[in-house]
């Protein structure tokens, strides 16, 4: 639009798919300056999994006599069991593996905050006799494809994933997920959690923390709608991971001295 090489002057039909996203991500004038590009006598479908005054406003000013279709949600609450383990920072690969192991799961989703982390895990589960692929933003879309398809048909167990897995896939039979990294708010932890328990069946999700997670752990607890509580520890067998990865837990450990120290003097309750 900007080098005047799409003209959107005959659009007849204009579809925003993860709206609330966009504007998460800062697309809101973005958004705003192609649909000022359309015509005005045009179709209009905005899509979102949550409606915010931003939305609001953007549908009382571009759109005529709109209609809202609101979809109940196909996660059943009382499916649902969510758990979380504290553990020691150099330990908390090794209780992921022992977990995958010897929890009766049947299709896995890892989630991670990082391109990087996803690809790290994946790649260290694989040696620890774990079948696991990654999937996240920086895959071609065919290889994305290919992977989900691979995980449908249960020949493929774990899918270690950023938040590119929590929306707009249609994945089916999920019945664990973990957050081996804590989200950064809310929204993006009912949305990992929502890829299990549906379609009444039982889904469980976990979250694993170190001390550097205790702050955004916190945030979480805030919201009404999460309902977590805290497992003891099982026994498991320390995993060999690389170097690369113990600095980088080291370092956050270093960091989140104090932190961790008042986040064990407290028990946190149920939300």
Known sequence: MN????????????????VDRM??????????????????ERQTMMFSATISPDIDHLTKKYTKNPIKISVGSQVDPSKLKQIYYDVHDNKKFSLLVSLLKNENADLVMVFCSTRRNVDFI????I???IYAKAIHGGLEQ????????????????VLVCTDVAARGLDIKGVT??????????????????GR??????????ITILISRDYEKFRNLLQSKEINITQNVLPQFETVRISMESERRNNN???QNKNNSRNFRKNSYRNR
Not at 122 to 125: I, T, Y
């Open 122 to 125: 994946a790649k260290n589960l």
């Open 3 to 18: 080098r005047r090489e799409l003209r959107l002057d005959n659009i007849k039909f204009l579809v925003l798919d993860e």
């Open 142 to 157: 065919k290889k994305r494809i290919r992977v989900l398809e691979e995980f449908h048909k249960k020949g493929l167990g």
């Open 23 to 40: 504007f998460d991500m800062g697309f809101s004038r973005d958004v705003e300056k192609i649909l000022k590009e359309c015509p005005k």
């Open 196 to 205: 299990t328990a549906r379609a009444g069946k039982d889904g469980k999700a």
């Open 127 to 129: 040696e620890n006799k």
């Open 252 to 254: 956050s450990s270093w």
């Open 176 to 193: 664990h997920v973990y957050n081996y990294d804590v989200p950064e708010d809310s929204k993006d932890y009912i949305h990992r959690i």
